[in-house]
């Protein structure tokens, strides 16, 4: 994530929780004490978020020195001390809630991530994030997701054109979405940024044998996605894409979705298909526990 973008993030986050000041402790702590505290691991998993800790630390204040033992993509366990923070105690108790609600997160959704890639890591397969992300986090779960071994799939709706299935009926079928979604293409490419909108993916989701096959002979899509098939239906359709292949002469990448959970992943990656894109990763995962704990 750009730093800019990350700034006006954290100023919008410190906003939110200190407003006219944080008044527990101006009541009790003098404005030049100086002091430490330490990112304690209390968890099992892995460790995201520590770079977008230094950003918020130095946005609120410069003046704070930063030690550091552990790196974003660290696998962590109880004990571990991530790092140490030293400077004014009224800054460190005023910075601490918001680095720890970030850090936290993103580290529940790396955890997740990896509990997901590494059921498949030998099956050549990779578990990709979706767009169920929480808004104004997206990139910085989504930065999780690749710290703790996932994929990202498209950021938004500016980065690659997945027709789903409501595209398509508004579409009027398969190859009426395709057809457009491949000539809006080279217009814009046309209009100017064509290396952007030339190179642009076109994903189209299906949802049985008679779309994939209509999809297929379009010869549009560069990718397929497989939307609540079973693992018996989805090696029926990779069996079947990849036969067409040989005649195309091209490779179509294959992705299941739908459903899918930490249960039959493996399940799905067995079938041969390239991709599981799985919602969960960032926005049912748990937090990974942690605390920014006074060094006395």
């Known amino acids: 994530m750009e730093k800019q973008e990350l700034r006006k993030l954290i100023a919008i986050w410190f906003e939110e929780d200190i407003r006219d000041g944080d008044h527990t402790s101006l009541s009790c702590i003098p404005p030049t004490q100086m002091g430490c505290q330490q990112l304690i691991i209390k968890d099992t998993g892995v460790l995201a978020g520590v770079e977008v800790a230094k950003e918020i630390i130095n946005y609120f204040d410069p003046e704070c020195r930063f030690e550091q033992f552990l790196h974003d993509g660290d696998h962590v366990k109880p004990g571990d001390i991530a790092f140490k923070v030293y400077g004014k105690e009224l800054s460190l108790l005023q910075i601490e809630r918001t680095m720890l609600n970030i850090m936290q997160r993103m580290s529940g959704v790396a955890t997740t991530a990896h509990k997901y890639q590494s059921l498949i890591e030998d099956t050549g397969c990779h578990v990709l994030d979706t767009r169920k992300t929480t808004p104004g986090l997206?990139?910085?779960?989504?930065?999780?997701?690749?710290?703790?071994?996932?994929?990202?799939?498209r950021i938004g709706l500016f980065d690659m054109i997945l027709l789903k299935d409501?595209?398509?009926?508004?579409a009027g079928g398969i190859t009426n979405a395709l057809t457009r979604a491949r000539d809006y293409l080279r217009n814009k490419a046309a209009e100017g940024q064509t290396e952007r909108f030339l190179n642009m993916k076109i994903e189209i989701e299906v949802r049985n044998f008679d779309e994939i096959n209509e999809a297929l002979a379009t010869n549009i899509p560069d990718r397929i996605m497989l939307d609540n098939f079973t693992p018996a239906k989805t090696k029926e359709a990779v069996d079947l894409i990849r036969a067409w292949e040989k005649k195309a002469g091209r490779h179509m990448e294959i992705e299941s979705s739908g459903g899918i959970t930490i249960d039959t992943i493996r399940d799905y990656a067995l079938q041969g298909v390239d991709f599981v894109s799985v919602g969960a990763l960032t926005h049912s995962y748990k937090s990974l526990d942690m605390s920014f704990k006074a060094v006395k």
Not at 138 to 148: H, M, Q, S
């Open 166 to 170: 409501n595209h398509v009926d508004f």
């Open 138 to 153: 997206r990139y910085l779960e989504k930065e999780a997701v690749a710290l703790g071994g996932g994929m990202n799939h």
